[in-house]
Nanobody
């Protein structure tokens, strides 16, 4: 399985971006998919996750109400729509896939395939 994250860029505060995570080799069907991010000098942190089989979407408190995760099965792609971006959202964003039944969604250890990351930079 290969995950390809894209859609990052440099934007001003208040702008929107949509990140994409495309899977090759296997589909996302039957798996959980998450987005994590890592800012310089900080640990990787959970952003959002989706488990379509169970109708679950979950978000970090810091992005709730601003970010939306969704999945397009036909395109084998997971999206992260990011609105009202803030400078503190600046980070490399990674998508990851994990088993349906694998514990908490916000733990990176519960995902076994990772994309290469896409840089998001938000200027003030």
């Amino acid at each position: 399985v290969q995950l390809q994250a894209s859609g990052g860029g440099l934007v001003q505060a208040g702008a929107s971006l949509r990140l994409s995570c495309a899977a090759s080799g296997r589909t996302f069907r039957g798996y959980r998919v998450g987005w994590f991010r890592q800012a310089p000098g900080k640990e990787r942190e959970f952003v959002a996750a989706i488990n379509k089989n169970f109708g679950i979407t979950t978000y970090a408190d810091s992005v709730k109400g601003r970010f939306t995760i969704s999945i397009d099965d036909a395109k084998n792609t997971v999206y992260l729509q990011m609105n009202s971006l803030k400078p503190e959202d600046t980070a490399v964003y990674y998508c990851a896939r994990g088993p349906l039944y694998s514990g908490s969604y916000d733990s990176a250890r519960n995902y076994d395939y990772w994309g290469q990351g896409t840089q998001v930079t938000v200027s003030s």
